[in-house]
């Protein structure tokens, strides 16, 4: 259950980065604006649910666990990627993207 708990917040977090991506590709006029922008604030508004909910989650979950779960982020900022920001998959992402499958599931049993 808290292994979920912990996913989740892995998803939010890389949520959040996909969107600060798409920010970023557009122009604004000024620095100001560019930093405080409402797809700005809500991707550093996903940051935080994603640090509040992994905190939860550490509760539970011994910290071994983190760094292998959150390398799962590289997968879902891949499928967010592909999705959202109409990115390309190559043969070496998917190929990576496998390995820490695998490399999650042999930590996990």
């Given at each position: 259950?808290?292994?979920?708990i912990?996913?989740?917040?892995?998803?939010?977090?890389?949520?959040?980065?996909?969107?600060?991506?798409?920010?970023?590709?557009?122009?604004?006029?000024s620095?100001?604006?560019?930093?405080?922008?409402?797809?700005?604030?809500?991707?550093?508004?996903?940051?935080?649910?994603?640090?509040?909910?992994?905190?939860?989650?550490?509760?539970?979950?011994?910290?071994?666990?983190?760094?292998?779960?959150?390398?799962?982020?590289?997968?879902?900022?891949?499928?967010?990627?592909?999705?959202?920001?109409?990115?390309?998959?190559?043969?070496?992402?998917?190929?990576?993207?496998?390995?820490?499958?695998?490399?999650?599931?042999?930590?996990?049993?």
């Open positions: 259950m808290y292994l979920l912990f996913i989740a917040s892995v998803l939010i977090s890389s949520l959040s980065q996909v969107v600060l991506k798409k920010s970023a590709s557009k122009k604004y006029p620095i100001i604006a560019e930093y405080l922008n409402p797809q700005v604030i809500f991707a550093y508004a996903l940051f935080f649910i994603a640090t509040l909910v992994t905190v939860y989650a550490f509760r539970y979950i011994p910290l071994s666990f983190g760094p292998v779960l959150e390398s799962l982020s590289y997968i879902f900022v891949g499928i967010l990627s592909v999705y959202v920001l109409k990115e390309k998959v190559t043969k070496k992402g998917l190929v990576g993207m496998a390995l820490i499958i695998i490399g999650v599931i042999v930590f996990a049993l």
